[in-house]
Structure formats: C-alpha cells, structure tokens
T-cell receptor, first 114, second 117 residues
Framework: AQTVTQSQPEMSVQEAETVTLSCTYDTSENNYYLFWYKQPPSRQMILVIRQEAYKQQNATENRFSVNFQKAAKSFSLKISDSQLGDTAMYFCAFIPWGAQKLVFGQGTRLTINP | GAVVSQHPSRVICKSGTSVKIECRSLDFQATTMFWYRQFPKQSLMLMATSNEGSKATYEQGVEKDKFLINHASLTLSTLTVTSAHPEDSSFYIC?????????????FGPGTRLLVL
C-alpha cells in the first residue's frame, strides 16, 4: 500500500523565519508526482507546489521550495521569509503516473506568529 | 485558471431530508471529479471518483445509495446526501482533474459545510 507520512502534527515559527515541513512516502512505483497543498482557515485547498519524480531538480515557487530525495522517499517543503498568511494546514500528497487517486498525509498545522 | 466552485458553501438541514451539493469546473473541462469528506483537524478522506458519463466509483465503506454522485457533464458533478442524519454532518470537498492543464493535478473547490440537525 502507498502511504504518506507527515511526522510533525504542529509547528510554530516567528514571522520572517524559515520553516521546513517534512514528508516521507512509501511506494514501489518509479514514476509519480508529489504535491504540497495548503489549507488555510477558510478551508480552501490550494496547490502550493508540484514535483515530478523523474525530475532531479527541486521545484520552487517564489518563497516555497522542496527538497526531493527520491532514494530516501522524502519530500520536504521549505517556506522562506514566512508570512502571517502562511498560517494553514499543509498536506503532502502523492500520486503514481496514470493513477487517479491522491494519497494524502495527515497534515501539519503551521502557525506563523507575529 | 483551474477554478473549481462548490455550491452551497454551507447548508443546514433537518434529519431525513436530502441535500444536493454542486461542483463545477469554471474554466476547464474536468474528465474526472472527486468527492472528499473532511472531519475537523483531519486529512481528506476520498469518498468517490466520478468520470464524466459513467457511474462513480466509491471507496470501501462509503454507501453509494446514501451518497449519490452524478457527473453529467465535463464541468459539473453533484453529490446528493440522501436521508441525511446528524452523523453525516461534515465538510465535503470536491476536486477536479484536467490532464490537459497539468497532468495528475487536482484542483479543489472551496468546500461545503453540512450540518444535519
């Protein structure tokens, strides 16, 4: 079975700090996609960043970047210069090529303090 | 682009009534739509997958006669909670996939909060 594990239920940092959220996954597939979604208090799920497993280069989106370690099956999210609006639940998710269902982690609740 | 809407955003109903939730992809054609349920402080739980023009595929433990899903067009899927009971109270989220946009990426609606009295 494919699983996604987020080992940090909650994290809290000060505004402007850098924070890293961890995610590990278990799969026997070689080709897949990984995602980080953000769910703020409004509960709207927002795609933060996406990574194709066949790409060695880590994906970046402005202040958000990932550290994708395929051999270790690790996919951490780094948020630089954190802002109050980054306060949200963050979900790591995985999907093999050609599959339909996303596999979600349990989520990490991130709080950015002023 | 890739906007998904849901309606209503919030609904309160009496026990025994049926509630319909609509999910629309506003600026793209969604070959596949998904329905999730989310309990407070928990992750999303997939209920069913629906492909346009065919019957939905339900996850184990989800009652297909209770949660009716219709995907009549490439931009609309509906979830009907039939004979709702208080234990059906939850946050329901839909998502849509458009391979022609970005492969394997799901775009989520804003969710519907259902409260059954």
């Amino acid at each position: 079975a494919q699983t996604v594990t987020q080992s940090q239920p909650e994290m809290s940092v000060q505004e402007a700090e850098t924070v890293t959220l961890s995610c590990t996954y278990d799969t026997s597939e070689n080709n897949y996609y990984l995602f980080w979604y953000k769910q703020p208090p409004s509960r709207q799920m927002i795609l933060v960043i996406r990574q194709e497993a066949y790409k060695q280069q880590n994906a970046t989106e402005n202040r958000f970047s990932v550290n994708f370690q395929k051999a270790a099956k690790s996919f951490s999210l780094k948020i630089s210069d954190s802002q109050l609006g980054d306060t949200a639940m963050y979900f790591c998710a995985f999907i093999p090529w050609g599959a339909q269902k996303l596999v979600f982690g349990q989520g990490t609740r991130l709080t950015i303090n002023p | 682009g890739a906007v998904v809407s849901q309606h209503p955003s919030r609904v309160i109903c009496k026990s025994g009534t049926s509630v319909k939730i609509e999910c629309r992809s506003l600026d793209f054609q969604a070959t596949t739509m998904f329905w999730y349920r989310q309990f407070p402080k928990q992750s999303l739980m997939l209920m069913a997958t629906s492909n346009e023009g065919s019957k939905a595929t339900y996850e184990q433990g989800v009652e297909k006669d209770k949660f009716l899903i219709n995907h009549a067009s490439l931009t609309l899927s509906t979830l009907t909670v039939t004979s709702a009971h208080p234990e059906d109270s939850s946050f329901y989220i839909c998502s849509a996939r458009a391979p022609r946009l970005v492969e394997e990426t799901q775009y989520f609606g804003p969710g519907t909060r259902l409260l059954v009295l």
